[in-house]
DNA sequence: CGCAGCGTTGATATGGATCAACAGAAGTGG
DNA sequence: CCACTTCTGTTGATCCATATCAACGCTGCG
């Protein structure tokens, strides 16, 4: 049941730079746990400054934010090798609560050790940033996407975008994907309104881009897409670093 | 005319974490050079293979994006001690562009030392993910403030978060602030139209919560406008790195 | 002097929010 | 196992906020 590092299917993935045997040996004694989250609930909550840090093994998640006025904004749609909390860990503090979207396993990793990796690992570390940055890309180009896209155009990017980080992890034909998002997860993602959303789907589909029948979402046209929406293609996964 | 990072004014304000002598003198002989950019110059473009490191040294710059139709999304205003082009470095392409707004002054790093720096200074690398994980966090509040709030809400976020860095350097009072930009750098940075800027400017100005006359920036209300805007202080300062 | 850029305001059009309604699915409790 | 409730997808009607377009005075600059 419980995974071992130098054994873990998600390293056969195209989507992580490899690893020195004694990188992974450290990442392997860094892990303290597995845990598993149901659909809906949250695996970290915004402000907590005790929360861990852990990597997701399985399932999706999202990053969000909350007003107030009880509306809430995605983030950031989080994938099997991604890691979270590490804001917790060098800033005392999450600024961003986290949910599971459907059902999901984590290897919970001990923080204590994240200094260690700092004097011990410098090559793992420089990865480790390396990866942040491309976060960081991803971020600006989300920013571009909502400041500055039509609800359609946002939504097709981010389609496309989720296309690609699932192809490299061997979950997402060339043509499709299951999508577990539903009407409001996609909304609060774009953010645009509930029936924008209708709207705009039903949009992609006329324009024969992709339709999304019973949770699974079907490409039609990606270059077509690509070009509407200005979709740039992801760095080079060798950057990204899977702890 | 040529600044030593020993005696670097910069180093004196409170926003940024002190350094250890042998952090500072690593970083005073990564320094290459300083260069001058006038205002409306751009310091380096999407998408180049090409750029280097630099740090802002005076002025004011903003990191930007382009869509094929002319539209510009600014992503952040960068102040004096950002450090920019680390993208660039790590990942070997930046993928947004940077312009500077006022008369700009940077020192140039001379990038290949950043292989170093993981390896001699571990505690220097680890201070400078945690300035990156900062930076994430305030993305993270601008995906929100896009995607969710009302433009004068958007306006008011910007301008409260632009005092906190600012006065952090020394370079705002409690009440106000000098802003180099235009409709258009506001407009581009809050994602509306420069005519909604002219009117939630008005509608700023009518709540009592701040007025922009002649470049000058005057609060009048801020706590009434740190609740209706939402707005999060920013995390400790000694979190972030200058290099 | 003429021109270009910028702040500013107003008129109009429209895209997207809001609200409402409903059917089907799924979950829940008796 | 069925009735009931809740959630979700879907569509439509209405309204309003914001984009778009236009105009103009001002300033700085060539």
Redesign the interface.
């Given at each position: 049941m419980f995974i071992d590092c130098f054994h873990c299917p998600l390293r056969a993935a195209v989507a992580f730079r490899p690893m020195a045997p004694d990188e992974l040996e450290f990442v392997r004694r860094t892990k303290s746990g597995e845990r598993h989250y149901p659909p809906q609930t949250d695996i970290m909550i915004e402000g907590d400054p005790h929360t861990g840090t852990c990597t997701i093994f399985s399932g999706w998640a999202f990053?969000y934010?909350m007003?107030?006025n009880g509306?809430?904004?995605i983030?950031d749609v989080m994938l099997p090798g991604d890691l979270m909390g590490?804001?917790s860990v060098?800033?005392?503090?999450i600024?961003?609560s986290v949910q599971a979207m459907t059902n999901v396993r984590v290897c919970n990793l001990d923080t204590a050790r994240f200094?260690d990796l700092?004097?011990i690992h410098?090559?793992l570390?420089?990865a480790?940033?390396?990866t942040?940055?491309?976060?960081?890309?991803r971020?600006?180009?989300?920013?571009?996407m909502?400041?500055?896209?039509r609800p359609t155009e946002r939504l097709g990017y981010f389609l496309l975008e989720l296309r690609e980080r699932l192809l490299r992890r061997g979950e997402s034909a060339d043509d499709g994907y299951s999508l577990p998002m539903n009407y409001t997860h996609l909304s609060d993602t774009?953010?645009t309104s509930r029936s924008q959303l209708g709207l705009s789907l039903r949009e992609m589909q006329e324009r024969k881009w992709a339709s999304l029948i019973g949770g699974r979402l079907t490409f039609l046209d990606i270059p077509a897409m690509k070009q509407s929406c200005?979709y740039?293609h992801l760095?080079?996964p060798a950057?990204r670093t899977l702890i």
């Open positions: 990053r934010k007003l107030n509306s809430r904004q983030l590490l804001q060098m800033t005392g503090r600024r961003h200094n700092f004097k410098p090559s570390s420089q480790l940033m390396a942040l940055l491309v976060e960081e890309q971020a600006d180009a989300r920013l571009l909502l400041g500055r896209q774009i953010g200005e740039a760095p080079d950057l």
